[in-house]
């Protein structure tokens, strides 16, 4: 019997997720400068999101990536960095991994003892040293997924095998998916390593490599990022950044039977960088699969300004009804009489939506003599915002009281943003949230 993968049959509707997710901290912060994604992961009801950064000042924090995570309750978000950040430095001086370490990816196991422990987690991560000329790929294990993390007293566990996207474990066997070998515009295409415990020992697939770039002229004719792979209804599953030229990058799907064939969708890309606001690159894809929606997490790089910032996009297969609901403002609080910036709100892409729901939650002071009013603002764009509003709506007050209230709202617009006014010119408002529900 031939073997189907239902998505690559049935094709994919891009709604736009929140963009960006997580920014770079401040100037003194471990991750003040450059941050880029990593893995993502699930516990319980917790979701992880690792990223590795670099920071904007050195003599605080000597150059060369380091890990951090942040968690939230849904894939969407809102996202809170973990306050122990970074989780994962650089090795001490003269070991291999000693220059930086970045590519974070987490299984949760329990069922190997590599030093008689009870570990559960496992972290794989990219990493060199002073001197090196190559990428080598370390292990680190750990109680719980957020560390502490001690690292693997045999690292490197893989030698000169680049970026990491991905670890997965099938029918009982670890695969280790990477780019490599690393190109001069830092992309490449995609290897893969097998093994039967995760410390090894790893064997290089000899066919490597399984994903090759397209040829010149395609979309990807300049090869991938680093990406993650899952296996899911006996299929390996990749979203990778493919980029054309340069840096100009989308994201295309791959599937594979046995996890070193892979096939490229014939509908790539899947989600094209033009499709989202001063976008020219999504890189360092990552994935999770929560049926009927594909949650893709990723670097956002801008046309406009330098600087890196995360974000999350949702595939859904075509012919799904869905429903997705996201943060796209808050507010720590308002001052009297205060009205909110356009810049401060995230785009609501309503491309594909066929309903929009805005949900206002404010909590007021006990001397509250109004409530809010919310500004909606259209753009054909994403980028050039009308200065008069497409609709607006008040918020009740209820003096010392959190009010909430949805208001539904036609679609014609290609993308929204709000803004809201603090209609009390006497009292603060301590905090508003406002979340966007697009369905289609």
Excluded at 244 to 264: P, Q, R
Aim: proline fraction near 7%; charge should be negative.
């Amino acid at each position: 019997m031939e073997r189907r993968n239902v998505w690559a049959d049935r094709g994919f509707i891009y709604v736009l997720g929140p963009t960006p997710a997580l920014t770079p901290g401040g100037k003194e912060d471990w991750d003040g400068g450059v941050l880029e994604s990593s893995g993502v992961f699930k516990d319980g009801n917790t979701y992880y999101w690792y990223y590795h950064a670099w920071s904007a000042d050195e003599k605080l924090w000597p150059s060369g990536y380091r890990v951090g995570v942040a968690t939230a309750p849904t894939p969407l978000g809102p996202w809170r960095k973990y306050e122990k950040n970074p989780i994962l430095d650089h090795g001490p001086r003269g070991s291999w991994d000693d220059s930086w370490v970045a590519c974070a990816v987490v299984l949760k196991e329990g069922a190997y003892d590599i030093k008689g422990g009870t570990e559960k987690y496992y972290m794989f991560y990219s990493a060199s040293g002073s001197g090196s000329e190559t990428v080598d790929i370390g292990l680190a294990v750990a109680d719980n997924p957020l560390g502490p993390w001690r690292k693997y007293e045999k690292n490197p566990i893989v030698e000169d095998f680049g970026y990491l996207g991905g670890v997965v474990k099938v029918g009982g066997k670890f695969y280790m998916y990477t780019e490599h070998p690393i190109g001069v515009t830092d992309q490449g295409p995609f290897c893969v390593a097998v093994a039967d415990r995760p410390e090894g020992p790893w064997k290089k697939y000899e066919g490597n490599p399984i994903l090759k770039p397209g040829d010149w002229g395609s979309w990807d004719d300049g090869g991938f990022s680093e990406a993650g792979v899952t296996y899911r209804d006996g299929v390996f599953h990749v979203f990778y950044g493919g980029t054309k030229t340069t840096k100009l990058e989308s994201v295309g799907y791959a599937y594979s039977f046995d996890g070193y064939n892979f096939i490229k969708y014939p509908g790539n890309p899947v989600i094209d960088r033009a499709k989202i606001p001063d976008c020219s690159a999504l890189a360092e894809v990552h994935h999770l699969i929560e049926p009927p929606y594909i949650y893709v997490f990723h670097t956002l790089r801008y046309i406009s300004r330098g600087g890196e910032d995360l974000a999350v996009q949702v595939l859904v297969p075509t012919g799904i009804p869905f429903k997705i609901s996201f943060p796209i403002l808050s507010l720590g609080g308002m001052e009297a009489g205060e009205v909110s910036e356009l810049k401060n709100c995230l785009p609501v892409s309503l491309e594909h939506a066929s309903t929009l729901a805005l949900t206002t939650k404010c909590t007021y002071s006990r001397d509250a003599k109004a409530g809010v009013r919310v500004h909606v603002r259209s753009s054909p764009d994403g980028l050039d915002y009308d200065t008069v509003d497409l609709h607006s709506f008040d918020i009740d007050y209820k003096p010392g009281k959190t009010v909430q209230k949805t208001v539904g709202l036609k679609t014609e617009a290609k993308f929204i943003k709000v803004i809201v006014e603090n209609l009390d010119n006497e009292n603060a408002i301590p905090r508003v949230n406002i979340t966007a529900t697009v369905g289609g």
